[in-house]
Antibody, heavy 121, light 106 residues
Framework: QITLKESGPTLVKPTQTLTLTCTFS??????????VGWIRQPPGKALEWLAL???????RSSPSLKSRLTITKDTSENQVFLTMTNMDPVDTATYYC?????????????WGQGTMVTVSS | SYELTQPPSVSVSPGQTASITCSGD??????ACWYQQKPGQSPVLLIY???KRPSGIPERFSGSNSGNTATLTISGTQALDEADYYC?????????FGGGTKLTVL
């Protein structure tokens, strides 16, 4: 059974750097075709993809946020990290991590519960 | 940048068929997938690879993708299907989500 859980600060100040952790179980990020992605959702708005890291450490990021995002992984600890710099109130959102499988038509089949991050001074 | 367009809202009567569209340039040349999100919950994958259902997803959910439009069809819509629905596809190495459609079961 695959599970993922996001953790990190619930409140950050403008200009600060946000670091989120996705801790997962039920799969290994060393398995070919597997990845973990980050997706966010501002209150009342649509889903927005942020970044994805693959089993081979290849990485992809949203072009509009690429300069602010860093995604890394610790395979031995079953964790994926997302860093977003220069936080702004518009970055207030629920942040989700999700399991990605290339065999699933490149979809995110299992999602974490999400963690709400508020950006405010 | 690539965009996926969904109608903001769709209404359907219980027991009827609901269709939710997702439009994008040459979307039929890519794989589309669909997610359902109920209030306060995380998204759930409904359809992947245009028309495949993960285990546990009821057969009343089906998908198609051709030309510039992918369609999620819900047959025999039930009250519990009232939710937001999002399409998703890849454009080169970028994940793109549609703006979401709120399905109301009247």
């Amino acid at each position: 059974q695959i599970t993922l859980k996001e953790s990190g600060p619930t409140l950050v100040k403008p200009t600060q750097t946000l670091t989120l952790t996705c801790t997962f179980s039920g799969f290994s990020l060393s398995t070919s075709g597997v990845g973990v992605g980050w997706i966010r959702q501002p209150p009342g708005k649509a889903l927005e993809w942020l970044a994805l890291i693959y089993w081979d450490d290849d990485k992809r990021s949203s072009p509009s946020l690429k300069s602010r995002l860093t995604i890394t992984k610790d395979t031995s600890e079953n964790q994926v990290f997302l860093t977003m710099t220069n936080m702004d109130p518009v970055d207030t959102a629920t942040y989700y991590c999700a399991h990605y499988g290339s065999g699933l038509g490149r979809a995110f089949d299992i999602w974490g519960q999400g963690t709400m991050v508020t950006v405010s001074s | 940048s690539y965009e996926l367009t969904q109608p903001p809202s769709v209404s359907v009567s219980p027991g009827q068929t609901a269709s939710i569209t997702c439009s994008g340039d040459k979307l039929g040349d890519k794989y589309a997938c669909w997610y359902q999100q109920k209030p306060g919950q995380s998204p759930v994958l409904l359809i992947y690879q245009d028309n495949k259902r993960p285990s546990g997803i009821p057969e009343r959910f089906s998908g198609s993708n051709s030309g510039n439009t992918a369609t999620l069809t819900i047959s025999g819509t039930q009250a519990l299907d009232e939710a937001d629905y999002y399409c998703q596809a890849w454009d080169s190495s970028t994940v793109v989500f549609g703006g979401g459609t709120k399905l109301t079961v009247l």
